[in-house]
């Protein structure tokens, strides 16, 4: 069974930068995605940012285009997610997403939540104007 279990997300100025952690387990990072969805009040979710384990191609979101990086500690099963130059508009409940389908030159596709089947329980991230 995947578990991902997501921390560090709280709330921040404008113009700040904050962390997530997404921890993993029952999940390899040899295959497969894994990522960030967000989901603000009142819209859809949305993909911030994911990285394929299979040609580490990345996609990220246009509206963070920029701002945010994520990266992997194979080590010790976590992915992060560097947030920086926040606005208002992040605000937002964060996910860690995760699937073990073999999938190539994300920077080509447009990520919706159906491409995930792993979802973690998602941390608050409030930016204050």
């Known amino acids: 069974e995947v578990r991902l279990v997501e921390s560090g997300g709280g709330l921040v100025q404008v113009g700040g930068s904050l962390r997530l952690s997404c921890e993993v387990s029952?999940?390899?990072?040899?295959?497969?995605?894994i990522g960030w969805f967000r989901q603000a009040p009142g819209k859809e979710r949305e993909g911030v940012i994911c990285i394929s384990n299979n040609d580490d191609s990345t996609y990220i979101g246009d509206s963070v285009h920029g701002r945010f990086t994520i990266s992997r500690d194979n080590a010790k099963n976590t992915v992060y997610l560097q947030m920086s130059s926040l606005t208002p508009e992040d605000t937002a409940v964060y996910y860690c997403?995760?699937?073990?389908?073999?999938?190539?030159?994300?920077?080509?596709?447009?990520?919706?939540?159906?491409?995930?089947?792993?979802w973690g329980q998602g941390t608050q991230v409030t930016v204050s104007s």
């Open positions: 997403v995760a699937d073990g389908r073999p999938i190539y030159q994300l920077e080509d596709v447009e990520l919706v939540p159906t491409d995930f089947h792993s």
């Open positions: 029952g999940f390899t990072f040899d295959s497969g995605a």
